[in-house]
């Protein structure tokens, strides 16, 4: 008799299942096969090593807590149907799917598209492959389908995406502060109303979740040595376009060099959908590590003098600040780069600066609602003991090369 699910191990939840048949089948397909390659939090393995984990560690994570959902749900007495049910598993297994080497990083530099209009776009290709079969998962995913309570669980302050990536994320890298009840907030979760509600006696659990989410935010992916490889991975990529458009492209593999080469657009994703949807589904972190690994001996002085920080982790100092940095410090940076000895020519273009926000909680549509016992469904922010402030946090920093450490 053959068996209805395949059984995985994983470190995060023990083992868990994928049912055979369109769930399975999507898993098997090359797309998703990438994620694979590509780096759930890019380079935050400079700073916790342990952090090598990809998106496709994420993506069955977030369908396993998505099935646990649904499981919880169904026994609360809330109507899913088998074709919702496995829809809604569809969404949240490709949610993912549209992402770029080093997941966030190049998201605006290779391309100029975002990761999840590109997933809708490998959805609808897929679903021209399978004859139909994600119709609905397409909708769910949009947030058109007419319980919006399953949009919710796929994107949403409470969604199974967010869940997995804190606990996920927490497990490789050691950051004990991101681990979150996952289990708890999901058997909380009810519907009224079509709408994904939390029940009263969960709320301190979803605080410690918004808690914890914060911390992971500038304890992980916004630590300062983070930020300082990603911006100069961003400068590799920019460099390297910058010398393709003056006719002095760098050697690069296959797939990388036809996005240095070219500017594309979400607007020609959607116009040229298939062949370029190919071209980016061959691009992995793979390519940009060869690509870096060569190009540290490149004969541009910029560019082999980024290539080799980042492949030895001689990486630019970032200095945050709660206020935005002043232009006069600006141009003393600027002014000691240009003028010191040991870096390449044009040194000022490694000059960096900008800001970094990251919110708790957020009063907006997607506010999360709580069933109360005595005043029926309100919105959290409006409850007595909410302990999380609805603000959004913002630093500035700045970025440079630590050879002018002393002179600005």
């Not at 630093?395 to 450490?405: A, N, R, T």
Request: glycine share 6%; charged share 25%; hydrophobic share 40%.
């Amino acid at each position: 008799m053959k068996k209805k699910q395949k059984i995985l191990n994983d470190p995060v939840y023990g083992f868990i299942s994928i049912p055979y048949g369109i769930l399975f089948d999507l898993v098997e397909h090359p797309y998703f096969q990438r994620l694979r390659s590509i780096k759930q939090v890019s380079l935050t393995h400079y700073v916790y090593p342990g952090a090598l984990h990809t998106r496709f560690h994420h993506a069955l994570g977030a369908l396993h807590l998505m099935r646990q959902a649904i499981s919880s749900l169904r026994a609360k007495g809330v109507t899913i149907g088998e074709e919702e049910a496995e829809a809604v598993c569809i969404a949240i297994l490709l949610h993912d799917v549209g992402h770029g080497p080093f997941s966030h990083t190049l998201e605006h530099t290779l391309i100029e598209a975002h990761h999840e209009d590109l997933s809708l776009l490998f959805m609808e290709r897929l679903n021209d492959e399978f004859r139909g079969q994600l119709d609905m998962a397409i909708e769910i995913f949009r947030g058109t389908y007419p319980k919006p309570f399953l949009h919710q669980l796929v994107s949403g302050q409470l969604d199974m995406d967010r869940m997995d990536y804190l606990n996920r994320d927490s497990y490789f890298t050691g950051v004990s502060e991101g681990v979150i009840g996952y289990d708890r907030i999901i058997k909380m979760l009810n519907v009224v109303d079509d709408k994904l509600v939390v029940e009263e006696k969960g709320i301190y659990s979803v605080e410690r979740f918004l808690t914890s989410r914060r911390i992971m935010y500038w304890q992980v992916y916004l630590h300062k040595t983070v930020v300082a490889a990603e911006q100069m991975l961003i400068l590799v990529l920019q460099r390297a376009r910058a010398l393709a458009e003056m006719g002095q492209a760098p050697w690069a593999p296959p797939a990388l060099d036809f996005f240095i080469q070219r500017r594309i657009r979400g607007a020609d994703f959607r116009e040229n959908r298939n062949d370029l949807l190919d071209c980016f589904a061959a691009l992995d972190d793979s390519d940009i590590t060869a690509a870096v690994k060569a190009w540290q001996k490149h004969p541009d002085g910029l560019l082999s003098y980024l290539s080799y920080g980042l492949l030895t982790r001689k990486l630019f100092r970032l200095e945050f600040s709660n206020e935005r940095i002043p232009l006069d410090y600006l141009e003393r940076i600027r002014t000691a780069l240009r003028d010191h000895p040991r870096l390449p020519k044009s040194a000022e273009k490694l000059l960096i600066f900008g800001k970094e926000s990251n919110a708790a909680y957020t009063l907006d549509s997607k506010e999360i609602q709580v069933l109360t016992k005595r005043n029926g469904v309100v919105p959290m922010s409006q409850l007595s003991d909410f302990a999380i402030e609805p603000r959004t946090f913002t630093k500035y920093f700045v970025c440079y090369p630590k050879e002018i450490d002393g002179e600005v």
